[in-house]
């Protein structure tokens, strides 16, 4: 609907509670300009729905609330990729992970510093493949103390893990 908006700096409002499949997708990619996302209020989502939404938003400083604690098969599939000025994530409060539901989802994202997770399960390269490449080198990730998924290859090597009590 408005990928490639070079000068769109403020995204209209998206009232949805329930997503279609790919209802969002590439909605706003590569729209340079965009620094003030949309509230995401959906809680019902279908496969692909956020998928490369905010692509290439280089502008992209705040992410928007993510209150989906039911996810569906590649929903945040690329969401931020690219969004090279996004220091903080949204806290993925989700506490199981379906297929390819976070896959590439910050990668390339230069500046990002912090991500909370609060997923206690996870398959290791269908749910977290890249979710994370091409991020700043230093950073946290503040993981749910009742996860039971190790570490290994899904977070870079210099950043910090501290556990969290689940919400």
Known sequence: MFEGCTSLREAPELPAKELSSFCYSSMFKGCVSLNKPPKLPAEIMQFGC????????TSLQEAPVLPAKKLAIACYFGMFYGCSSLKKAPVLSAKELVEWCYLSMFENC??????????TNIKQGKNLSSWLSGITTFGTLYKNKLARWEDNDLIPNNWTIKLIDAE
Not at 50 to 57: G, I, N, W
Not at 110 to 119: D, I, K, W
Request: proline share 0%.
């Open 50 to 57: 956020y998928q490369c939404m905010f692509a290439d938003c």
């Open 110 to 119: 230069t500046s990002l510093q912090q991500v909370t997770m609060m997923a």
